[in-house]
């Protein structure tokens, strides 16, 4: 099965800095790759997601980039805000015709206003 | 459109007894998945049903069972409980036909305890 770490587990910032989150997987045949946030209470939402052909991708203050090489696909938020405060975590698909997700184990981002 | 609907939300129960948790999909969708959430492990994939014909199933033991019904809606069944069984139980739907292919949408969860 797929084999997926999550880091850093616990990440504090200064509002309006940036955070990186990073999450390395096993499968070569993954090909999909997102990132859910929880906060309190919740269930995880995603927030933004890219698919194995492509390399970067941007929505506002957050982007995915991903290196298939080394089978790792990154996180960042820009210019951090409170409400960033939650848990992310990642979940790569284990190739085409899979029907879980293997969860990191999560970060818990604190941004300090 | 309405989200993905858990009831109960909260649950006391005590070792031994049993539970039925229900999970109501987005309307369309035909895939629903079970998570179990604990501090410790994380999230853990209990079974996912398509078509009310399971069609993966995560390393629980068998004292975890699930069904889905003619409507996509579906309920998880946990019996005998243990201690260790207190979780927060996280139902996820999709449009995924042949195997996921997107975003899992997740309902708020039923928060389990075992005493």
């Known amino acids: 099965g797929e084999n997926v770490e999550q880091h850093p587990s616990t990440l504090s910032v200064q509002e309006g800095d940036s955070a990186v989150i990073k999450c390395t997987y096993s499968d070569s045949a993954s090909n999909y790759f997102p990132w859910y946030k929880q906060e309190l209470g919740k269930g995880p939402q995603l927030i933004i997601d890219i698919r194995s052909n492509v390399g970067e991708k941007k929505d506002q203050r957050i982007a995915v980039t991903l290196n298939k090489t080394a089978k790792h696909f990154s996180l960042h938020i820009t210019e951090t805000q409170p409400e960033d405060s939650a848990v992310y975590f990642c979940a790569p698909l284990p190739g085409a015709g899979s029907y879980q997700l293997t969860f990191g184990k999560g970060t818990k981002l604190s941004v300090i206003p | 459109k309405a989200g993905v609907t858990q009831t109960p939300r909260y649950l006391i129960k005590t070792r031994g007894q049993q539970v039925t948790l229900s999970c109501s999909p987005i309307s369309g969708h035909r895939s629903v998945s079970w998570y179990q959430q604990t501090p410790g492990q994380g999230l853990q994939f209990l079974f996912e049903y398509f078509s009310e014909t399971q069609r993966n199933k995560g390393n629980f033991p068998g004292r975890f069972s699930g069904r889905q019904f003619s409507n996509s809606r579906s309920e998880m069944n946990v019996s005998t409980l243990e201690l260790g069984d207190s979780a927060l139980y996280l139902c996820?739907?999709?449009?995924?036909?042949?195997?996921?292919?997107?975003?899992?949408?997740f309902g708020e969860g039923s928060r389990l305890t075992v005493l």
């Open positions: 996820a739907s999709s449009s995924g036909q042949a195997g996921l292919s997107g975003e899992l949408f």
